[in-house]
Nanobody
Framework: QVQLVESGGGLVQAGGSLRLSCATS????????MGWYRQAPGKQRELVAH???????NYADSVKGRFTISRDNAKNTVALQMNSLKPEDTAVYYC????????WGQGTQVTVSS
């Protein structure tokens, strides 16, 4: 059973930065497209960014130019660098494959104050 463990969230002021990290236990990590998702209170979970095994990236319009997704296949980790954070970025952030395949982890809370 693959486990996904997210970390790096916290409370930050608008305009600040955070770096999220996701550790996985899967042996097939390097061939999977990985994504970062978020779920704000009262809203559906949405895809924020994804990265293919070869490093191709794609972002939701709402975060384009502010967030950067990266991966380290040797360490089975995927990261999300978030800059110029806005209050509307407040959510619980999760990683998973894209499309979703594994059971969701606990996520990491990101709170951006105005």
């Amino acid at each position: 059973q693959v486990q996904l463990v997210e970390s790096g969230g916290g409370l930050v002021q608008a305009g600040g930065s955070l770096r999220l990290s996701c550790a996985t236990s899967g042996s097939t990590f390097s061939i999977n497209t990985m994504g970062w998702y978020r779920q704000a209170p009262g809203k559906q979970r949405e895809l924020v960014a994804h990265i293919t095994s070869g490093g191709y990236t794609n972002y939701a319009d709402s975060v384009k130019g502010r967030f950067t997704i990266s991966r380290d296949n040797a360490k089975n980790t995927v990261a999300l660098q978030m800059n110029s954070l806005k209050p509307e970025d407040t959510a619980v952030y999760y990683c998973n494959t894209f499309p979703v395949w594994y059971q969701w982890g606990q996520g990491t809370q990101v709170t951006v104050s105005s």
